[in-house]
């Protein structure tokens, strides 16, 4: 059986995956049995909450939850957050505005800082609004900004929730694993992410990061059965790792193949390193075919770069994905409104190598200049 994809997904999720992780998923498993639920899913569970904190993982536990990482998001918030409470969300792309959609959809207080998608949060106005309004009880940010690829300061921002006294949730989806963290050490109560992202799993599945101090006063509060992260829990901590309802047997599986070679890799900074590299050498090789990027070097993750169109009235960007789709490589339309761009992400089983190797098929497919 060839295990070779035709094409690599330079895409944020989801993204290339080892030949192995895809391997991993060529067996059928039993969702009440043991060899599942205590041999698969519940080093998943613990696995995930050392990768999370490496000072105080006793006071934190990890609910898996089916569907994409939105299910996850959705889940996050409307357990996390009371009937009488009021959640504010630091918005500056696609995926913050998200956040706000989901609270307001849920019936959910909500007050939204948009700083716009080419600016960080505005630290200052936080810092105000929770100093003026007692009444919010939790905040909101989204990691990195896959709509542009911006690093959000989560250090700053949790500084200034914990200070407040507020409760912290964090949409990490496209950085966990990828860029090191501690949730402990940042006051995080709540943080999302999914299988398909940095842990480099398939997707199929999302999972919340949750201080178990607080997950235990979330009972009753879901606005959703199957959306209900607390009873999930529940479920998984009384069944050993079951989960409430059919569980992605072969996503967990394959997840749990994901996390092994996260380890063997070198864990965390050595992805982080590697997918910087990746970063690095997109935006120095782009940079001398004349593209230029969307943010200041200064804002940017390692995950994912935008670029600004090329200037020329003959650019198309479907001619430009399809030449380079042929050439073995797949890139993102861009997200932002009112610039004309598209993004390339530097995340997965993509090394530094494949950059080098797109560079080049880059330059030989900039039709526009012939
Ligand atoms: C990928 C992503 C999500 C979840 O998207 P799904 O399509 O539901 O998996 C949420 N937030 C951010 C920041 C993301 O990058």
Redesign the pocket.
Known sequence: MNLENPYLLLT??PLSTSPTVRQAMLRDWCTWDDDYNVGVVTPIREGLVKLATATRPQDYTTVLMQ?????S?EAMIGTAVPRDGKLLVLAN?E?GN?LGRIAITLGIETVIHDSGELAPPDLSKLEAELAADPSISHVVV?????TTGMLNPLEEIATIVKGHGRIFLV?????FGGIPLDVAALGIDFL?S?A??CIQGV?GF?FVIARVAELEKCKGRSRSVSLDLYDQWQGMEKGKGKWRFTSPTHVVRAFAQAMKELDEEGGIAARHARYSENQRRLVSGMERLGFGCILPHGLHSPIITGFHDPASPDYQFQRFYDLLKQKGFVIYPGKVTGVDSFRIGTIGHVFPEDIDRLIEAVGGSMYWQA
């Open positions: 944020p999720g569907g994409s990482g939105t299910f998001v792309g995926y998200r989204v990691h990195n900004e896959t949409d990490s989806m496209s950085a999302v999914s398909n992202k997707p999302g």
